[in-house]
T-cell receptor
Framework: DQQVKQNSPSLSVQEGRISILNCDYT??????FLWYKKYPAEGPTFLIS?????DKNEDGRFTVFLNKSAKHLSLHIVPSQPGDSAVYFC????????????FGTGTQLKVEL | DGGITQSPKYLFRKEGQNVTLSCEQN?????MYWYRQDPGQGLRLIYY???????QKGDIAEGYSVSREKKESFPLTVTSAQKNPTAFYLC?????????????FGPGTRLTVL
């Protein structure tokens, strides 16, 4: 049972344009969400997070939006750069979860010149 | 330089053999985690430890074992009971498990069973 879903396995965007990566979740006990970026044969690196008490969090070119009623979050990258090409994972933590992360299946982003 | 190290980067094992993957962190983190990643899938939690000498099973613990004798070390043993051990294994750590703290990941070990 996939509690965190990333329905787009891949996304291709032109350099300078906006990249929008989507994530849906089913467990209403999730109340903290994170995005990680992963290059091949490396460990994921933390990008940005959002608490369920917020609907938006911004950090430079990265903005995460949370729609609790729809159980949906998205990561916006603007402007997209070739170095952003990687796999992006959405992850969630439940209340009292002891920092146990539940990951989505990832979206491969390719930023083309 | 603070961080998480995993060794070796690539590991080959014959079917039926146990193998131990190393994970060391010098971030002074209390909590440590093991995940595996398979193609087209997200990271799945194998085991985690919130404090020395204590650990809990994750979602896919069968065929694996761990120990946490030191704060900085959390080795994972892939036993012969693990039916499909070929995967990319990732170790992570975080500060105290209360609250919401990001996890920091090591570079991973790719295990191939021949």
């Amino acid at each position: 049972d996939q509690q965190v879903k990333q329905n787009s396995p891949s996304l291709s965007v032109q350099e300078g344009r906006i990249s929008i990566l989507n994530c849906d979740y089913t467990n209403s006990m999730f109340d903290y969400f994170l995005w990680y970026k992963k290059y091949p044969a490396e460990g994921p690196t933390f990008l940005i997070s959002i608490s369920s008490i917020k609907d938006k969090n911004e950090d430079g070119r990265f903005t995460v939006f949370l729609n609790k009623s729809a159980k949906h979050l998205s990561l916006h990258i603007v402007p997209s750069q070739p170095g952003d090409s990687a796999v992006y994972f959405c992850a969630a933590i439940g209340t009292g979860g002891g920092n146990k992360l539940t990951f989505g299946t990832g979206t491969q982003l390719k930023v083309e010149l | 330089d603070g961080g998480i190290t995993q060794s070796p980067k690539y590991l080959f094992r014959k079917e039926g053999q146990n193998v131990t993957l190393s994970c060391e962190q010098n971030l002074n983190h209390d909590a440590m985690y093991w995940y595996r990643q398979d193609p087209g899938q997200g990271l799945r939690l194998i085991y985690y430890s919130q404090i020395v000498n204590d650990f809990q099973k994750g979602d896919i613990a069968e065929g694996y074992s761990v120990s946490r004798e030191k704060k900085e070390s959390f080795p994972l043993t892939v036993t012969s009971a693990q039916k499909n051990p070929t995967a990319f294994y990732l170790c992570a750590s975080s500060t105290a498990s209360g609250g919401y703290n990001e996890q920091f990941f090591g570079p991973g070990t790719r295990l191939t069973v021949l």
